[in-house]
Nanobody, 123 residues
Framework: HVQLVESGGGSVQAGGSLRLSCAAT????????MGWFRQAPGKEREGVAV????????EYDDSVKGRFTISRNTAENTVYLQMNNLRPEDTAMYYC?????????????????WGQGTQVTVS
């Protein structure tokens, strides 16, 4: 069993920054990929960024490229999302997800493991 716990959300003004963290516990050896998703009220969930655990390869949604950076601390089974130059349209509940593979931007089934979410509000 795997548990994911997010932290770091909050309220900021446009142009500000936040850093989200996601700590994985349990059978983390099955997790080769971790990512961040978000869901705004009335909208579908969308992928934000993904990182592979071993090689650190990353992938981003076009809307956050150049503003958000995903990183990981493999030893601590933690993934981060540094969000700079935040915009009101970034307002959403942000979720950490993990699995052997995470297809954040394609048609494959969603990841098996999810955190409870952390709210990000940009005004």
């Amino acid at each position: 069993h795997v548990q994911l716990v997010e932290s770091g959300g909050g309220s900021v003004q446009a142009g500000g920054s936040l850093r989200l963290s996601c700590a994985a516990t349990g059978k983390t050896n099955v997790l080769n990929c971790m990512g961040w998703f978000r869901q705004a009220p009335g909208k579908e969930r969308e992928g934000v960024a993904v990182i592979t655990r071993i090689h650190g390869g990353t992938e981003y949604d076009d809307s956050v490229k150049g503003r958000f950076t995903i990183s990981r601390n493999t030893a601590e089974n933690t993934v981060y999302l540094q969000m700079n130059n935040l915009r009101p349209e970034d307002t959403a509940m942000y979720y950490c997800a993990a699995d052997l593979d995470v297809d954040a931007f394609g048609p494959r089934p969603p990841p098996a493991y999810w955190g409870q979410g952390t709210q990000v509000t940009v005004s």
